[in-house]
């Protein structure tokens, strides 16, 4: 499965919880393992806290003073500091499922990062049902 994710900024994270689970229950699986995937050099994903959004900023706000925009790079795009970012917070994560939920903790959400916005981009969920 593949969920369109429309950034609006150039460093951006956005909660695709409801999404992914909206994908779990429509596929009827009930207990097994979700993989969700950024098939991009420039986003990634990552679980965090989703009940304060201020979590989100902050966590932006740190990223952008570890990679700031302004350095000597060298790569021709001019868009290095958003591949540092996607290596830091990887391109995936696996989520357990039982009783076709997502195994989340209480102030967990998963978050779509755009580091290099605002695009139209893709995110890929796997679902591995146990037998």
Known sequence: ????????????????????????????????????????????????????????????????????????YRHMEGNSPAHLKTSIVGSSETIAVENGRLVLGTWQGIFFCEFDGPRTRKLDIRLMRES
């Open 1 to 72: 499965m593949r969920l369109t994710v429309k950034t609006h900024s150039q460093t951006e994270m956005i909660d695709v919880t409801a999404r992914v689970q909206q994908q779990v229950a429509e596929n009827g699986m009930n207990s097994g393992l979700c993989m969700v995937f950024v098939p991009h050099t420039t986003a990634a994903v990552t679980i965090n806290e989703s009940a304060d959004p201020a979590v989100a900023g902050d966590i932006l706000m740190v990223l952008n003073k570890i990679v700031p925009w302004k350095e000597a």
